[in-house]
C-alpha cells in the first residue's frame, strides 16, 4: 500500500472500503489501519454536523440505529479526539411572568404527579423570541407524558389571547376526556385571568399552578424552551414575525416532535413514543391511584 503521498492510489481503496480519505491518513501512522474505525468516525463526523447541539449519547443513540455496534464511551471517545463536541448553551432565560394580579392562584396538583398516558398532565410557559428589530413571544402547550409540544403561538405581544391561542390549538387537536387532564402553568396573569380558566373550565380541564418563584415546577415546559433557543433561536436570524413564526413552527413541528431524540423517552422522538403506545402495558390503576392523580 502506498503512503500518504500516493493520493491518487489510496483513493479507490478508501472508495471500496467505504471510509474517507480523511479518516484514511488519521490513521495511517497504524501499522494496520483500522477500517471499521475509520467508517465509524465518519459516521459520527456525519452526524455531529447535521445535529451540531447533540451530545455523544444522543449521537450513540443514531449510530445504533443505523447499525453500529458502539458504545457511549467509544462515541465520547472519538468525538473528543476529532473535537466534535456539541456546542455549549446558554443558561439564561429571561422572565415573561407577570403574577402580581388580582385573579385566583390555583394549587399545585402536578408537583407530585407523575403520568402515565398522554393526556394527563399539560405543561404551559411563554418565552421571548428575539428578532432583527423587536422580540416577538411565544406560548406552547407540552404533554409532559411524551414531551410533545400539542399547542403553540406567536405573536408580538403577551396578551391573554397569545396563551388562548396556544391552548385552543391543544384542545383542538388532542380533543381530551373531560375531568382527566391537568393543567400546569405559572402564576403569570396570562393564565389566571378568566378568559384563560374559563376556556379549561369548559373543556374540563383542571388548572394547576407552580408555587411563587419556584422554576421547578414547571420544568418540563422550561426544558423545551431551553431546547427551543439552543437548537433553534440562537442560530437563527428572523427578519419579521412571519418569518419567526415559519421557522419556529418548522422546528416544533418536524423536528422536535418527529425526529429529536429524547433521553427521557429512550432515545425517541415525542412522536414515536406515542406511537409506540408505552402505556398500553401498564396495569390500569386502582380507585386510589386514580384519584390522587387526576
Same mark, same amino acid.
Request: net charge positive; aromatic share 8%; hydrophobic share 40%.
Given at each position: 500500500?502506498?503512503? &500518504?503521498?500516493?493520493g491518487?492510489?489510496?483513493?479507490?481503496?478508501?472508495?471500496?472500503?467505504?471510509?474517507?480519505?480523511?479518516?484514511?491518513?488519521?490513521?495511517?501512522?497504524?501499522?494496520?489501519?483500522?477500517?471499521?474505525?475509520?467508517?465509524?468516525?465518519?459516521?459520527?463526523?456525519r452526524?455531529?454536523?447535521s445535529?451540531?447541539?447533540?451530545?455523544?449519547?444522543?449521537?450513540?443513540?443514531?449510530?445504533?440505529?443505523?447499525?453500529?455496534?458502539?458504545?457511549?464511551?467509544?462515541?465520547?471517545?472519538?468525538?473528543?479526539? %476529532?473535537?466534535?463536541?456539541?456546542?455549549?448553551?446558554?443558561?439564561?432565560v429571561?422572565?415573561?411572568?407577570?403574577?402580581?394580579?388580582?385573579?385566583?392562584?390555583? &394549587?399545585?396538583?402536578?408537583?407530585?404527579?407523575?403520568?402515565?398516558?398522554?393526556?394527563?398532565?399539560?405543561?404551559a410557559?411563554?418565552?421571548?423570541?428575539?428578532?432583527?428589530?423587536?422580540?416577538?413571544?411565544?406560548?406552547?402547550?407540552?404533554?409532559?407524558?411524551?414531551?410533545?409540544?400539542?399547542?403553540?403561538?406567536?405573536? %408580538?405581544?403577551?396578551?391573554?389571547?397569545?396563551?388562548?391561542?396556544?391552548?385552543?390549538?391543544?384542545?383542538?387537536?388532542?380533543?381530551?376526556?373531560?375531568?382527566?387532564?391537568?393543567?400546569?402553568?405559572?402564576?403569570?396573569?396570562?393564565?389566571?385571568?378568566?378568559?384563560?380558566?374559563?376556556?379549561?373550565?369548559?373543556?374540563?380541564?383542571?388548572?394547576?399552578?407552580?408555587?411563587?418563584?419556584?422554576?421547578y %415546577?414547571?420544568?418540563?415546559?422550561?426544558?423545551?424552551?431551553?431546547?427551543?433557543?439552543?437548537?433553534?433561536?440562537?442560530?437563527?436570524?428572523?427578519?419579521?414575525?412571519?418569518?419567526?413564526?415559519?421557522?419556529?413552527?418548522?422546528?416544533?413541528?418536524?423536528?422536535?416532535?418527529?425526529?429529536?431524540?429524547?433521553?427521557?423517552?429512550?432515545?425517541?422522538?415525542?412522536?414515536?413514543f406515542?406511537?409506540?403506545?408505552?402505556?398500553?402495558a401498564?396495569?390500569?390503576?386502582?380507585?386510589?391511584?386514580t384519584?390522587?392523580?387526576?
Amino acid at each position: 500500500m502506498t503512503g &500518504p503521498q500516493g493520493g491518487a492510489r489510496i483513493e479507490p481503496l478508501c472508495l471500496a472500503a467505504g471510509v474517507s480519505r480523511a479518516s484514511f491518513y488519521r490513521g495511517w501512522a497504524q501499522t494496520e489501519p483500522d477500517l471499521e474505525e475509520m467508517a465509524v468516525r465518519d459516521a459520527i463526523q456525519r452526524l455531529a454536523l447535521s445535529h451540531r447541539y447533540y451530545g455523544y449519547r444522543r449521537i450513540g443513540a443514531l449510530l445504533r440505529r443505523e447499525g453500529w455496534a458502539v458504545n457511549a464511551k467509544r462515541v465520547l471517545r472519538l468525538m473528543r479526539d %476529532d473535537n466534535l463536541l456539541c456546542l455549549r448553551r446558554k443558561a439564561y432565560v429571561p422572565a415573561t411572568t407577570d403574577s402580581n394580579h388580582g385573579w385566583r392562584v390555583y &394549587p399545585n396538583l402536578a408537583r407530585r404527579m407523575v403520568p402515565m398516558a398522554p393526556d394527563r398532565l399539560w405543561v404551559a410557559d411563554i418565552t421571548y423570541i428575539r428578532l432583527e428589530r423587536a422580540f416577538v413571544y411565544l406560548a406552547i402547550v407540552l404533554d409532559a407524558f411524551s414531551r410533545k409540544v400539542v399547542g403553540w403561538a406567536l405573536a %408580538d405581544h403577551l396578551a391573554a389571547s397569545l396563551a388562548l391561542e396556544a391552548l385552543n390549538m391543544a384542545l383542538a387537536s388532542r380533543k381530551p376526556p373531560p375531568g382527566e387532564l391537568v393543567h400546569h402553568s405559572d402564576r403569570g396573569v396570562q393564565y389566571a385571568c378568566a378568559d384563560y380558566t374559563r376556556a379549561l373550565e369548559d373543556a374540563g380541564v383542571i388548572p394547576s399552578m407552580s408555587r411563587g418563584g419556584c422554576p421547578y %415546577d414547571n420544568a418540563k415546559a422550561e426544558s423545551f424552551m431551553k431546547t427551543l433557543k439552543t437548537e433553534e433561536v440562537d442560530g437563527s436570524a428572523y427578519r419579521d414575525l412571519a418569518h419567526a413564526r415559519a421557522q419556529v413552527g418548522d422546528f416544533i413541528e418536524q423536528v422536535y416532535n418527529r425526529t429529536r431524540l429524547h433521553s427521557s423517552l429512550d432515545y425517541l422522538s415525542p412522536v414515536e413514543f406515542e406511537e409506540a403506545r408505552p402505556w398500553t402495558a401498564i396495569p390500569p390503576p386502582n380507585a386510589a391511584t386514580t384519584t390522587a392523580v387526576t
